[in-house]
């Protein structure tokens, strides 16, 4: 018998985020909105929430929150999560409404707590 090994490309869980904005400190207000739109946006594609990170150059990371890389980031760059934010309840629970005021003050409470 014999047997192949097959080929294993990366899947998309594998592939390092890339920055999907650069947050601009002193117009919070247009960065929240942009957050909050991509954020929306994969959450209805992908239904497991989203973690937001940003890194001390205030480079912003959106990941999915079911990507192994995502659990991968909030071990190693704990310092850069911003938070975790799901649009769709998946339980009669109550839960926080992602809102652009409450963004704005989790990015000013981040930027003021991160360091270069």
Known sequence: MT???????????MVEPTPRF????????????AIIRAIISLDNARWSG??????????AYLISADRTVGERWTRERLGWLVGAYRIRATSPTPKLELSVSGL?????????GLVA
């Not at 989203?50 to 480079?59: C, G, K, M, S």
């Not at 704005?104 to 003021?112: A, F, G, I, P, T």
């Open 50 to 59: 989203v973690l937001l990170f940003v890194d001390p150059q205030r480079n």
């Open 22 to 33: 650069a947050i601009d400190p002193e117009n919070l207000l247009d960065s929240a909105n």
């Open 3 to 13: 047997v192949e090994a097959r080929n294993i490309r990366p899947t998309r869980h």
């Open 104 to 112: 704005v003050e989790d990015l000013e409470e981040h930027l003021r």
